[in-house]
């Protein structure tokens, strides 16, 4: 299922390809939590769908101090 979710920070409208049913992404639209309805994502995967980030870039926006 392709998901497009905005970016927070840059504002620019992203999509990924996820295999995910609708099924999931309605429990999750009704307040599921991600690591419930979708338990076999990784957490970068989910980390899409709830804040919009690309896998890889939430290290870029928030580095280690």
């Not at 996820?18 to 076999?40: D, H, M, N």
Request: glycine share 8%; proline share 8%.
């Amino acid at each position: 299922m392709k998901i497009k979710r905005q970016h927070p920070v840059t504002g620019q409208l992203n999509e990924m390809a996820l295999p995910i049913t609708e099924s999931q992404w309605e429990q999750y639209k009704r307040g599921g939590l991600a690591q419930v309805c979708f338990p076999t994502l990784t957490s970068d995967e989910r980390e899409f769908i709830i804040s919009g980030t690309l896998p890889g870039e939430w290290d870029e926006l928030f580095p280690d101090e």
